[in-house]
């Protein structure tokens, strides 16, 4: 089995860090394609920077998705997900889905904990649009500037442990989901010092994916519909057919 891995963020220290928790995670004989935007923003944070990432990462899966059995967009909100799926005949797997597939499983009430504040209301929104809405107890986030995204784990590693613990004690998460790319592996050294569990997007998106893959497709692919196009770039319009 192979699974191609795109981080929609041009960092390659998150890129590293994604690669770290994902091959810790993966089944033997997983195979593991990492790659990272080659444009956009070193990490996204708004809605738009969402729409710039998932362009950036359907340039990706059409140059590189025929020779992977899925695919995994490594960033939490899920850029460009309901349409990679649409657009591929094979599974796509999102960061926000499988950790809340994941956490569902864990508890009733989940709480998210994030890298910014201003992330929080595009994050809820997802969360809704995936069904979980009533069962998200709170997004917590850091408020300080990130100096270095790939280090934001060991430069807020404090404030981190004490957003879960709040998250936990005051609003009444019993599952928590370390939100984002950039906090690839800190569940795993979280591990045993929290309350309640807590689960690693990166790990959950590898294990769905791998069990997506191994599982008979349920339906036919639908390929796009023929029409002209213009100015796109060629792995874009593999991706329509053209």
């Known amino acids: 089995m192979k699974l191609l891995v795109i981080n ?44 710039v990432g998932a362009y950036a ?36 797997v999102g960061l926000t889905e499988a950790a809340l597939a994941a956490a569902a499983g864990l508890g009733k009430r989940i709480g998210i904990i994030a890298i910014s504040r201003r992330i929080a209301g595009w ?18 986030s850091l408020e300080q500037p990130i100096r270095d995204i790939g280090g934001v784990q060991e430069e807020h590693a404090a404030r981190l442990k004490s957003l879960c613990d709040s998250a936990a004690r005051e609003d009444g998460a019993d599952v928590l989901i370390l939100a984002g790319a950039p906090l690839a592996g800190l569940a795993r050294n979280l591990a045993g010092t929290l309350a309640v569990p807590v689960v690693d997007p990166i790990a959950a998106a590898v294990r769905q994916a791998e069990a997506l893959a191994a599982a008979p497709r349920a339906a036919p692919f639908v390929p796009q519909p023929a029409k002209a196009n213009s100015g796109l770039p060629e792995s874009i319009r593999r991706l329509l057919g053209s």
């Open 57 to 92: 990462s359907a340039q990706l899966a059409g140059e590189h998705a025929a020779a992977h059995d899925a695919v995994i967009l490594a960033a939490f909100g899920d850029p460009g997900w309901s349409a990679l799926r649409e657009a591929l005949d094979k599974p796509v």
């Open 8 to 51: 929609p963020n041009i960092s390659d220290s998150v890129t590293r860090l994604i690669g770290d928790e994902a091959r810790r995670a993966a089944a033997p004989g997983t195979g593991l394609t990492l790659l990272t935007a080659p444009f956009g923003v070193a990490y996204i944070e708004t809605r738009f920077e969402a729409l």
């Open 123 to 140: 994050y809820r929104e997802v969360v809704e649009g995936y069904g979980f809405g009533d069962r998200l107890a709170s997004i917590r």
